[in-house]
C-alpha cells in the first residue's frame, strides 16, 4: 500500500505508510491521527493486513468525524465484519 491522500466522509485524510513501527501507537499494526487528518500503516505487513488496519483506523476516524465513542473492541469487530465483507467481494 502507498501513501496519498483519500476521503473520509467528505473529509480530507492522509495516509502515511511508515516502514518502522515509530510514531505507531496503542493498535499495534496503525494509527489514527485525528488532530492532523492522517491514518498511519505499518509496512511491513502483508497486504490484508493493511487493508485491514486502514479499515480499523478509518473507522476510528469516523468515530471522531460523527462524535461517536465506540470501545475498541467494538471497533475491532467493525474492522473484521466489514473486512470479511469487501474482501469476498474483491475476490469473486
Ligand atoms: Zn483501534
Known amino acids: 500500500m502507498k501513501s496519498g491522500?483519500?476521503?473520509i466522509?467528505?473529509?480530507s485524510w492522509k495516509l502515511k505508510v511508515l516502514k518502522k513501527h515509530a510514531k505507531?501507537?496503542?493498535d499495534s499494526?496503525?494509527?489514527c491521527?485525528?488532530?492532523n487528518n492522517i491514518i498511519y500503516l505499518h509496512a511491513e505487513t502483508t497486504n490484508d493486513q493493511q487493508k485491514s488496519t486502514l479499515l480499523h483506523e478509518a473507522i476510528h476516524a469516523l468515530e471522531?468525524?460523527?462524535d461517536?465513542?465506540?470501545t475498541e473492541h467494538q471497533v475491532k469487530c467493525l474492522?473484521?465484519?466489514l473486512f470479511s465483507i469487501f474482501n469476498f467481494r474483491l475476490r469473486t
Open 24 to 26: 505507531l501507537g496503542d
Open 64 to 66: 471522531y468525524i460523527y
Open 9 to 11: 466522509a467528505g473529509q
Open 79 to 81: 474492522e473484521s465484519g
Open 5 to 7: 491522500s483519500f476521503k
Open 68 to 70: 461517536i465513542d465506540l
Open 33 to 35: 491521527d485525528s488532530d
Open 29 to 31: 499494526f496503525g494509527y
